[in-house]
């Protein structure tokens, strides 16, 4: 029997949210989650380098502004559920020598992409970026403030990711100070025996402790990560961790689904897989939660994120200027992306290219004043014009065929025919609708979407990859 719930959210200008179980067991297969287009198991495993000199070269002829993010993958502490590429280490000392390797980096990419373009967008993510000492976090940001053109402005986007266990009493003040206006909290679950198995004590009272010192100083958007799916989680105990949340009240939440991979990735061996949740209650957990969040007036914004409706998420989706990168939901669709570290994936209009994943290798092709580039993608236009449409659904929800028209020129119909008549199931299902004008997910769509946009994935179209996981 099928349950269907119908959530209203607080904008009338968003559709309802509706929760079909018999509809998300046919569509609930693998898929990607977009953060790319291709997506990165297309990328070429021997990328030349040069293709990325020649890209940075396009770019920089556009003038278009940039994104700047940096992987930072010290950690203190190891927890057992993380997939992220990262080094586990107590030695504050390694942050320096990596500090100067990356403003190495740093320096090549400047003449590459041009020094004078507007860094409208800044992120410091990880492993632990609050690991590096205050004067580690000063003189990396200096040096970047050397070689590339930071902004000051109020409509500036400086993130850095904050786990509350590794905050003192200068660290948020020294972030402020340098810049960052935005930070997002490593909470995941508050239940002292979840955090127990994971190896990540956190006292409730700390992650308060952070997020009003932080709302003290002026820092906006701030961001909890959760995560469900973990050990002894239930439903129950699930829902208090979302009530101690909302309290908090954080301006954006983003609740991840656990995917237990231990033979990909080792920590997760510490996990036992009999202390999981079924299938079934992750189902319940993810249903209940989406529910309680709508109820507390957060809109849903799309994959596994929320955002309050004052939010910039919320405002540039109901705008239609709402962008996906490999950093999630953004509102800067227009920068192209310079990474910078250990595996960092970087942008442009029309290629990809990933540094190389293996902390050595990356630290010998910057100590010899070389790039780390081992992976990438040069696009095709079909590329190109897939992306924007995959853009399109998962950010706005809506595909609009004169849109389309006006931005490549053709003709969505002829284009997309085989794909259009794929779709006609999902158009019976009533997971989006087709006016003639428009393409336009419905409520039971919305979560789904990632089924949707593999319809126009042409990577994908022999079907759903196992090398993905699922998509709730």
């Given at each position: ?466 090398r993905f996981s699922r998509i709730i």
């Open positions: 029997m099928t349950a269907t719930a119908t959530l209203q959210t607080t904008e009338s200008t968003l559709p309802e949210f509706i929760w079909d179980e018999a509809l998300i067991r046919r569509y609930d297969l693998s898929g990607p989650r977009y953060t790319s287009y291709p997506t990165a198991v297309e990328f070429n495993q021997n990328y030349p380098v040069e293709d990325m000199v020649k890209a940075a070269a396009r770019s920089k002829a556009s003038g278009r502004p940039l994104s700047l993010y940096t992987h930072l993958p010290f950690c203190a502490h190891l927890c057992y559920y993380c997939a992220c590429n990262k080094v586990i280490t107590k030695k504050r000392d390694k942050a320096m020598p990596y500090v100067e390797r990356l403003l190495k980096e740093a320096a090549i990419q400047s003449r590459l992409f041009g020094a004078d373009r507007p860094v409208k967008q800044l992120h410091w993510g990880g492993g632990t970026p609050t690991f590096l000492p205050k004067e580690v976090m000063e003189h990396l940001m200096a040096g970047y403030g050397e070689l590339f053109n930071l902004q000051t402005g109020d409509d500036r986007d400086y993130s850095v990711e904050i786990d509350p266990r590794e905050v003192d009493q200068d660290t948020l003040p020294t972030l402020w100070d340098l810049g960052f206006n935005r930070i997002s909290l490593g909470v995941q679950d508050v239940n002292p025996k979840v955090q127990k198995a994971v190896n990540r004590i956190q006292p409730r009272e700390m992650t308060e402790a952070v997020l009003n010192e932080a709302r003290r100083l002026g820092f906006r958007s701030i961001n909890l990560d959760l995560i469900y799916g973990l050990p002894h989680q239930t439903p129950e105990s699930f829902a208090e961790t979302l009530e101690a949340v909302i309290e908090m009240s954080p301006d954006r939440l983003s609740v991840f689904c656990y995917a237990h991979l231990p033979d990909r990735f080792y920590p997760q061996t510490r996990i036992l897989s009999e202390t999981l949740p079924t299938p079934q209650q992750k189902l319940t957990i993810l249903h209940n939660t989406i529910n309680r969040l709508l109820e507390a007036g957060y809109e849903y914004i799309g994959m596994d994120h929320f955002a309050k409706p004052d939010d910039s998420l919320a405002v540039a989706q109901r705008q239609g200027r709402l962008h996906r990168n490999f950093q999630g939901y953004t509102t800067h669709s227009d920068c192209d992306l310079v990474s910078l570290g250990v595996s960092a994936i970087g942008q442009t209009d029309d290629a990809y290219f990933q540094n190389n994943h293996d902390l050595p290798s990356w630290e010998t092709a910057i100590d010899a004043g070389q790039l780390a580039i081992t992976k990438g993608v040069n696009l095709s236009r079909d590329d190109r014009i897939r992306r924007w449409v995959i853009g399109q659904l998962i950010c706005q929800f809506r595909l609009d065929r004169q849109q389309f028209a006006n931005e490549w020129g053709e003709n969505l119909d002829r284009y997309f025919t085989d794909e259009l008549n794929r779709l006609k199931p999902m158009i019976q299902d009533e997971l989006i609708a087709d006016d003639g004008t428009a393409l336009q997910v419905q409520p039971a769509g919305r979560l789904l979407i990632r089924a949707i946009c593999q319809i126009f994935d042409l990577y994908r179209k022999e079907g759903a990859s196992q």
